[in-house]
């Protein structure tokens, strides 16, 4: 690494591999670490990073404000045990220092001392977590998760505990297809992009992962995009039009979704891991072949993706900003 | 856009005929505009010789609960007929669906589409009101203009709207 | 795909003619978790591989417990995994998944036929432990009740067992007509009564959608017929063997085709074909590219020769 850069940047996924972008099939395996201009991102499943406590406690006051953030359809409950062992199993393995899960029986006691938890609980019993296991298991990861059954040849969004949105609505969506939930994303119908992905996904046999990137922009550091709070977050997108150079650039952040896909073990549903990232324009300008790179895919990109992705007011400014400041 | 990929119904709006795999039959139909359909369906089911419950038109609420009644206590074997405007047609096949039913033991007619139920996706009101996808309606939990969106939820039956002009400042047009 | 190494740690005839065997890590680790109905494809020998559903519970298993029913000849590896005892090593795949049961049925239905049973009794288990609404009918010959008081403790009175042909008849006729409506059947056995299972249940109107069927997904696609790829840019032959992929008989030949998902969903080791007719066998073409292009990964060709654009 030849440039030194802020940690947020070291770890910064950043997503582009050319200078257009176009949505595709973009898996590929997961834990394999990623080298870019700033450092490395992807060697592991889970990621903490110097946000773990605010995150988690925003998403505390999220869901505090708005319970529809968490949804368990009832068929679910043994895939969102499964989610939970499975993910407090591999950050006991990841962090051992740190964390620990340890059982006796049906009986599990989860130490987690980056955030002075100690909970006992009972595997099936959803009293004994705060939250069920759902509602727990996003108390201690970054990520959103969505849990997705398999049947009747299709993939369904039966679960999920999704604070940070980007510009959906778990409540709306739950109970859906894969394909209905994608069903408004432009141009991955024509292309068969989706439907190729879910039988990619279908096909995911017992403890395979992979994973994949996704991107859209958001105004100011802000991880909650649900539909449910657009009006609280729509009328920044009109705002930052107005804005000067500096203030656009400080306040416009390139969005980063890291999306893990596990098919879990005993229950047979994936686990959809959903990794928000956040880095603003003159944090990201500090890396010189990002700031080229960004600015030409947003110059570049077609206008109905730009529209679906709400960049439309204000990609020709940043962009202009990226290329030619 | 190809029908199986979108969250929109694109059910069929003419007759596709009996499922006649079935062992016995609930044919529920909604409006004028449905009706000799479903009274022919009625008529094919008899001369098959296999049992049928049949209603039309009535309280929506109320066909509703006997549906639902009608699925738990249903064996499998049974198949459900539904015609009418589409918006009846959704939240009848959401009680079905949620009762247990699949896909394949469901046949659907949509007789018109003129009214749709819009969850407001900021107060969690749903209203029913006679507008297209991509236009504008208003809420009737907070008053906001909601654009109906091209995205159905089928187990809530309705679609998704969102606060139209949130990214307009007063003034503009949205 | 990732084999496992494992040792027998248990052989043993249950009834007359089938050995239940089970399998675990040398160091007693926990072995890859699975669903209910899942297989492994355990090495036989003489290069024969063998699908075996797996008995035990999925949940962090220490252990993979199948069952054989010895073939009479012992013919197609059954006599290779009855002489298997305790120590052995065997070489098994991780587990499939491909008959998991249908998390929002509202009921259970399992049938079962002879060694038939081995999937249903992990279906049992895991549909007990979460308190799903399962009944079993098990149907075998007198005196070959594998797993019978195994499944009585489980099941009680939802397991009806006979060895009385006439008897299952009932018991099936009775058990298609009176299931509540969210009800999925799941069966397993011999070829003959899977056909009267699906025959008689489409009858009473069971749609396919509610009907699971055990097959026994192949370890690998079919080794397929040997052809020729002719490489048009350069005019080379490249002879593809029966069992071996284009992609790596083009590779083996120095030609580097880019892959990933080496299952034909991916789409990155795309062909053209210039001429002849592909035997495809990928996820990933639409109807109207299978004429001119080729996922080398997995597809063939129909053709003695198939001509690419390489």
């Given at each position: 690494?030849?440039?030194?850069?802020?940690?947020?940047?070291?770890?910064?996924?950043?997503?582009?591999?050319?200078?257009s972008y176009?949505?595709?099939?973009?898996?590929?395996?997961?834990?394999?670490?990623?080298?870019?201009?700033?450092?490395?991102?992807?060697?592991?499943?889970?990621?903490?990073?110097?946000?773990?406590?605010?995150?988690?406690?925003?998403?505390?006051?999220?869901?505090?404000?708005?319970?529809?953030?968490?949804?368990?359809?009832?068929?679910?409950?043994?895939?969102?045990?499964?989610?939970?062992?499975?993910?407090?199993?591999?950050?006991?393995?990841q962090?051992?220092?740190?964390?620990?899960?340890?059982?006796?029986?049906?009986?599990?006691?989860?130490?987690?001392?980056?955030?002075?938890v100690?909970?006992r609980?009972?595997?099936?019993?959803?009293?004994?977590?705060?939250?069920?296991?759902?509602?727990?298991?996003?108390?201690?990861?970054?990520?959103?998760?969505?849990?997705?059954?398999?049947?009747?040849?299709s993939?369904?969004?039966?679960?999920?505990?999704?604070?940070?949105?980007?510009?959906?609505?778990?409540?709306?969506?739950?109970?859906?297809?894969?394909?209905?939930?994608?069903?408004?994303?432009?141009?991955?119908?024509?292309?068969?992009?989706?439907?190729?992905?879910e039988r990619?996904?279908?096909?995911?046999?017992?403890?395979?992962?992979?994973?994949?990137?996704?991107?859209?922009?958001?105004?100011?550091?802000?991880?909650?995009?649900?539909?449910?709070?657009?009006?609280?977050?729509?009328?920044?997108?009109?705002?930052?039009?107005?804005?000067?150079?500096?203030?656009?650039?400080?306040?416009?952040?390139?969005?980063?979704?890291?999306?893990?896909?596990?098919?879990?073990?005993?229950?047979?549903?994936?686990m959809?891991?959903?990794?928000?990232?956040?880095?603003?324009?003159d944090?990201?300008?500090?890396?010189?072949?990002?700031?080229?790179?960004?600015?030409?895919?947003?110059?570049?990109?077609?206008?109905?993706?730009?529209?679906?992705?709400?960049?439309?007011?204000?990609?020709?400014?940043?962009?202009?900003?990226?290329?030619?400041? | 856009m190809?029908?199986?990929?979108?969250?929109?119904?694109?059910?069929?709006?003419s007759?596709?005929?009996?499922?006649?795999?079935?062992?016995?039959y609930?044919?529920?139909s909604?409006?004028?505009?449905?009706r000799?359909?479903?009274?022919?369906?009625?008529?094919?089911?008899?001369?098959?010789?296999?049992?049928?419950?049949?209603?039309?038109?009535?309280?929506?609420?109320?066909?509703?609960?006997?549906?639902?009644?009608?699925?738990?206590?249903?064996?499998?074997?049974?198949?459900?007929?539904?015609?009418?405007?589409?918006?009846?047609?959704?939240?009848?096949?959401?009680?079905?669906?949620?009762g247990?039913?699949?896909?394949?033991?469901?046949?659907?007619?949509?007789?018109?589409?003129?009214?749709?139920?819009?969850?407001?996706?900021?107060?969690?009101?749903?209203?029913?009101?006679?507008?297209?996808?991509?236009?504008?309606?208003?809420?009737?939990?907070?008053?906001?203009?909601l654009l109906?969106?091209?995205?159905?939820s089928?187990?809530?039956?309705?679609?998704?709207?969102?606060?139209?002009?949130?990214e307009?400042?007063?003034g503009?047009?949205? | 795909?990732?084999?496992?190494?494992?040792?027998?740690?248990?052989?043993?005839?249950?009834?007359?003619?089938?050995r239940?065997?089970?399998?675990?890590?040398?160091?007693?680790g926990?072995?890859?978790?699975?669903?209910?109905?899942?297989?492994?494809?355990?090495?036989?020998?003489?290069?024969?591989?063998?699908?075996y559903?797996?008995?035990?519970?999925?949940?962090?298993?220490?252990?993979?417990?199948?069952?054989?029913?010895?073939?009479?000849?012992?013919?197609?590896?059954?006599?290779?995994?009855?002489s298997?005892?305790?120590?052995?090593?065997?070489?098994?795949s991780?587990?499939r998944?491909?008959?998991?049961?249908?998390?929002?049925?509202?009921?259970?239905?399992?049938?079962?036929?002879?060694i038939?049973?081995?999937?249903?009794?992990?279906?049992?288990?895991?549909?007990?432990?979460?308190?799903?609404?399962?009944?079993?009918i098990?149907?075998?010959?007198?005196?070959?009740?594998?797993?019978?008081?195994?499944?009585?403790?489980?099941?009680?009175?939802?397991?009806?067992?006979?060895?009385?042909?006439?008897?299952?008849?009932?018991?099936?006729?009775?058990?298609?007509?009176?299931?509540?409506?969210?009800?999925?059947?799941?069966?397993?056995g011999?070829?003959?009564?899977?056909?009267?299972?699906?025959?008689?249940?489409?009858?009473?109107?069971?749609?396919?959608?509610?009907?699971?069927?055990?097959r026994?997904?192949?370890?690998?696609?079919?080794?397929?017929?040997?052809?020729?790829?002719?490489?048009?840019?350069?005019?080379r032959?490249?002879?593809?063997?029966?069992?071996?992929?284009l992609?790596?008989?083009?590779?083996?030949?120095?030609?580097?085709?880019p892959?990933?998902?080496?299952?034909?969903?991916?789409?990155?080791?795309?062909?053209?074909?210039?001429?002849?007719?592909?035997?495809?066998?990928?996820?990933?073409?639409?109807?109207?590219?299978?004429?001119?292009?080729?996922?080398?990964?997995?597809?063939?060709?129909?053709?003695?020769?198939?001509?690419?654009?390489?």
């Amino acid at each position: 690494m030849t440039l030194s850069v802020s940690p947020r940047l070291a770890t910064f996924p950043f997503p582009f591999r050319a200078d257009s972008y176009r949505y595709s099939t973009n898996v590929e395996p997961a834990r394999v670490p990623v080298e870019t201009e700033a450092g490395s991102w992807g060697a592991g499943i889970l990621h903490l990073d110097d946000d773990y406590a605010a995150e988690l406690a925003e998403r505390r006051r999220i869901l505090a404000a708005d319970p529809s953030r968490l949804q368990v359809l009832p068929h679910m409950r043994p895939a969102a045990w499964d989610a939970l062992l499975t993910v407090l199993r591999e950050l006991h393995a990841q962090h051992p220092g740190s964390m620990s899960l340890e059982q006796d029986g049906p009986t599990f006691v989860w130490r987690n001392s980056l955030l002075g938890v100690e909970q006992r609980f009972t595997e099936g019993a959803d009293d004994s977590l705060p939250g069920g296991p759902l509602g727990f298991l996003g108390s201690q990861i970054q990520d959103d998760v969505v849990l997705l059954d398999q049947r009747e040849g299709s993939l369904w969004a039966d679960a999920g505990v999704v604070t940070f949105a980007a510009d959906w609505s778990l409540g709306f969506d739950v109970g859906m297809r894969f394909l209905e939930v994608h069903g408004p994303v432009p141009r991955i119908h024509e292309e068969g992009i989706i439907s190729r992905a879910e039988r990619f996904l279908m096909r995911l046999q017992p403890g395979e992962e992979c994973r994949r990137t996704n991107w859209s922009m958001s105004v100011d550091r802000r991880l909650d995009q649900s539909t449910e709070v657009y009006p609280e977050w729509g009328p920044d997108r009109r705002a930052i039009v107005d804005a000067g150079p500096a203030e656009l650039a400080r306040r416009l952040h390139l969005r980063v979704e890291v999306q893990h896909l596990i098919r879990l073990g005993a229950s047979g549903a994936i686990m959809f891991l959903i990794r928000t990232y956040l880095v603003a324009l003159d944090e990201l300008a500090s890396v010189p072949a990002w700031r080229e790179r960004l600015g030409r895919v947003l110059a570049e990109l077609p206008e109905d993706m730009a529209d679906y992705k709400g960049l439309v007011r204000y990609r020709d400014a940043a962009a202009h900003w990226l290329l030619d400041t | 856009m190809g029908s199986a990929h979108t969250s929109v119904p694109r059910w069929p709006t003419s007759d596709p005929g009996l499922d006649r795999t079935g062992r016995s039959y609930a044919i529920l139909s909604f409006g004028p505009d449905a009706r000799p359909t479903a009274e022919g369906w009625h008529r094919q089911v008899v001369e098959l010789g296999r049992p049928v419950w049949a209603r039309h038109g009535g309280s929506a609420d109320e066909v509703l609960a006997e549906l639902a009644e009608r699925v738990e206590a249903a064996r499998v074997g049974w198949r459900l007929m539904l015609a009418g405007p589409q918006a009846d047609v959704l939240a009848a096949r959401a009680v079905a669906t949620s009762g247990g039913l699949l896909d394949a033991e469901i046949t659907l007619l949509v007789t018109d589409d003129r009214h749709r139920r819009v969850w407001c996706s900021h107060c969690d009101t749903t209203t029913l009101a006679e507008v297209a996808t991509g236009d504008v309606t208003g809420c009737s939990g907070c008053g906001r203009s909601l654009l109906v969106h091209h995205h159905v939820s089928r187990r809530n039956a309705a679609y998704l709207g969102f606060m139209v002009d949130a990214e307009t400042i007063d003034g503009e047009a949205v | 795909m990732t084999t496992l190494a494992l040792v027998v740690g248990h052989s043993e005839e249950i009834a007359p003619g089938i050995r239940e065997l089970s399998f675990s890590r040398t160091d007693g680790g926990v072995l890859p978790a699975h669903p209910a109905g899942s297989h492994v494809v355990v090495d036989c020998g003489e290069g024969r591989r063998n699908a075996y559903s797996l008995t035990n519970p999925g949940a962090d298993p220490r252990e993979y417990r199948i069952a054989v029913l010895h073939k009479s000849d012992g013919a197609g590896g059954s006599g290779h995994m009855h002489s298997l005892r305790v120590g052995d090593t065997v070489t098994v795949s991780r587990p499939r998944s491909a008959f998991a049961p249908v998390s929002t049925a509202r009921r259970h239905l399992l049938v079962a036929g002879g060694i038939g049973i081995t999937p249903m009794l992990a279906h049992a288990r895991d549909a007990v432990r979460w308190g799903r609404d399962v009944d079993l009918i098990y149907v075998h010959r007198p005196g070959s009740e594998a797993f019978s008081d195994e499944l009585a403790a489980l099941l009680g009175d939802r397991l009806a067992e006979t060895t009385d042909e006439d008897e299952f008849g009932r018991l099936l006729d009775k058990a298609l007509t009176g299931q509540p409506i969210g009800t999925h059947l799941y069966v397993c056995g011999p070829g003959p009564l899977l056909d009267r299972v699906l025959a008689d249940a489409a009858a009473a109107g069971w749609p396919p959608e509610r009907l699971h069927l055990e097959r026994f997904v192949p370890a690998a696609l079919d080794p397929g017929r040997e052809f020729v790829a002719r490489l048009a840019r350069s005019g080379r032959d490249v002879r593809v063997p029966s069992g071996r992929s284009l992609l790596d008989a083009l590779h083996e030949a120095g030609v580097a085709v880019p892959n990933m998902c080496r299952q034909g969903v991916c789409g990155e080791c795309k062909v053209p074909v210039l001429a002849g007719t592909p035997l495809h066998r990928d996820e990933f073409l639409a109807d109207d590219e299978r004429g001119a292009a080729v996922m080398c990964c997995v597809s063939r060709s129909k053709t003695e020769t198939l001509e690419i654009d390489l």
